[in-house]
């Protein structure tokens, strides 16, 4: 079995390899990816566009709203997959019992814990909110927050994380995050435009259809940052207890 | 050195030395996935393959004189240029004209994001899967699990 797979592996990277030869070099601003239609499309008129200097973004939540729509629902379906296929549904295991003897991390762990924390979550918060303009957005903001609640878990132990962010909190922020995203899109039907299309909300917000599409991809991001966040602890909490939640790492 | 092997490194590894970086780690995971018995290896083999696909998206992206895809109006791009180049670069700047050569390509970044999402919800669900096995078989070795499922097999 090694023997195969060493063969097997060193013909494909050879094979992979060969390839190699047509492609472009290093750094090649001409190459076929970098000075396409598309990617000269979105580099040239985003700013003009929607107002966004951040382009990734632009395109992430604008041009292509549709993907990160289902990107978002995809870690909602991770998430409620993994709840699904861990948890024991019957008998008395169903039942969840936080632990109350669950004392986490020592005292001098705890303590560096609620001194970072608060800035942890302000910093994600920011990313989320400032995620247009600078690196950033809905899915980095929203791990880190998800990140924050879970060195939470790890220093004060999982029940009492549980008690701030429960089982049933946690879901209701993921399906919440979800429909700030889809309600966005299906307001812009209801305004008289396409799915997605923010430009034709500028009559309910300040500024010109351009302002619209920048305040929109804010409004998209926030929902994505609450499934995100929601997600993350979500699959922590499930995962580092075998679904019982009881008592965490 | 030999004359053609510094003549192959030269032209063929120097300029596309990403390429071979992302076909190595690949392979790595490749390899992992294959042969490894454990489980939670195959796992991590899969994680450092998605991760050579991602090195290889966002390294085709890159372009030589430009920076990160995020329009600057006062970054040091309009600091660095010559006495000639700013007065063309202030001349684009009233005409709101955007060189794309000072830009890196955000598309590969923009698929790369939607690919770390998926890596992570495949990932974590797969660890519950493999969690759920070891509850069921009590191992997660590929072929004490298959010795296990057999007719003849004990449990």
New interface residues.
């Given amino acids: 079995m090694k023997v195969f797979g060493l063969v097997a592996v060193f013909v494909v990277g050879l094979l992979l390899l060969s390839a190699t030869q047509d492609f472009p070099s290093w750094g090649n601003p001409r190459s076929a990816a970098s000075d396409g239609e598309v990617s000269s499309f979105y580099i040239e008129k985003t700013e003009a566009v929607t107002k966004v200097p951040n382009m990734v973004t632009a395109v992430l939540a604008d041009f292509r709203g549709y993907d990160t729509m289902f990107e978002t629902v995809v870690i909602f379906i991770a998430g409620i997959g993994i709840i699904a296929v861990l948890r024991n549904f019957e008998g008395s295991d169903s039942s969840i019992d936080y632990d109350n003897d669950d004392n986490g991390a020592g005292l001098l762990a705890r303590f560096t814990c609620s001194l970072i924390l608060p800035f942890i979550q302000i910093f994600a918060l920011y990313v989320v909110a400032h995620g247009h303009h600078s690196p950033g957005g809905g899915f980095q903001g929203g791990v880190m927050l998800g990140a924050s609640y879970i060195l939470l878990a790890l220093a004060f132990g999982l029940s009492k994380a549980k008690r701030i962010f429960s089982e049933r909190r946690t879901m209701i922020f993921a399906v919440v995050g979800i429909f700030i995203y889809v309600g966005w899109g299906v307001l812009c039907l209801l305004l008289g435009g396409e799915f997605l299309n923010y430009s034709v909300l500028d009559s309910i917000l300040p500024g010109d259809a351009m302002m619209a599409r920048s305040y929109s991809m804010l409004v998209v991001e926030i929902g994505v940052a609450f499934t995100v966040t929601a997600i993350m602890f979500s699959m922590y909490s499930n995962l580092s207890t075998r679904g019982r939640l009881s008592k965490g790492l | 050195m030999d004359p053609i092997i510094a003549n192959f490194i030269e032209e063929?590894i120097v300029?596309?030395?990403?390429?071979?970086i992302y076909?190595?780690l690949?392979?790595i995971g490749?390899?992992a996935m294959?042969?490894k018995n454990n489980l939670i290896k195959k796992l991590i083999g899969m994680a450092i393959f998605q991760t050579a696909i991602i090195l290889f998206y966002v390294?085709?992206?890159?372009?030589?004189?430009?920076g990160?895809?995020?329009?600057?109006?006062h970054g040091p791009d309009h600091h660095q240029e010559t006495e000639a180049h700013s007065e063309a670069g202030s001349e684009n700047l009233k005409h709101?004209?955007?060189d794309?050569?000072k830009?890196a390509?955000?598309?590969?970044?923009?698929l790369m994001?939607?690919a770390?999402?998926?890596g992570?919800?495949?990932l974590?669900?797969a660890?519950?899967?493999s969690?759920?096995i070891h509850?069921s078989f009590g191992t997660l070795e590929e072929d004490e699990i298959l010795n296990k499922l057999r007719p003849g097999g004990h449990d």
């Avoid at chain 2, 300029?15 to 071979?20: I, L």
């Avoid at chain 2, 390509?105 to 923009?110: G, M, S, Y």
Wanted: hydrophobic share 45%; aromatic share 8%.
């Fill in positions: 063929n300029p596309k030395f990403n390429y071979w076909v190595i690949m392979m490749l390899y294959i042969t390294s085709i992206g890159v372009k030589e004189d430009g990160i895809p995020i329009i600057s109006h709101n004209i955007i794309k050569d830009y390509n955000p598309l590969p970044h923009v994001l939607t770390i999402v998926v992570v919800s495949t974590g669900l660890l519950a899967i969690q759920r509850k």
